[in-house]
Nanobody, 115 residues
Framework: QVHLVESGGGVVQPGGSLRLSCTSS????????MGWYRQAPGKERELVATINVGERTNYADSVKGRFTISRDNAKNTIYLQMNSLKPEDTAIYYC?????????WGQGTQDTVSS
């Protein structure tokens, strides 16, 4: 079984920052890619950022320049540094890890951006 454990969510004011962590029960190098998705109230789950084995990254247009995804192989962990947060970033954030066409998901962590 693959387990993904997320942490780092919370409540921040607009313009603030959060750093999310996702720790895998297996070596993250064995995944084709990992990433973060989010689901806001009343909306479908959407891609936020991904990082693959070759350290190539991809970001949703809405978070480019504000969010940074990274990976620490020694800790079997990926991170999402979120800066300049906006109220529209409020969502449950989910960690994802893909092996071929199989996706593994974390339980989600709440990020609330509010004045």
């Amino acid at each position: 079984q693959v387990h993904l454990v997320e942490s780092g969510g919370g409540v921040v004011q607009p313009g603030g920052s959060l750093r999310l962590s996702c720790t895998s029960s297996i070596n993250v190098f064995e995944f084709n890619d990992m990433g973060w998705y989010r689901q806001a109230p009343g909306k479908e789950r959407e891609l936020v950022a991904t990082i693959n084995v070759g350290e190539r990254t991809n970001y949703a247009d809405s978070v480019k320049g504000r969010f940074t995804i990274s990976r620490d192989n020694a800790k079997n962990t990926i991170y999402l540094q979120m800066n300049s947060l906006k109220p529209e970033d409020t969502a449950i954030y989910y960690c994802n890890a893909r092996v071929l066409r199989h996706n593994n998901w974390g339980q989600g962590t709440q990020d609330t951006v509010s004045s």
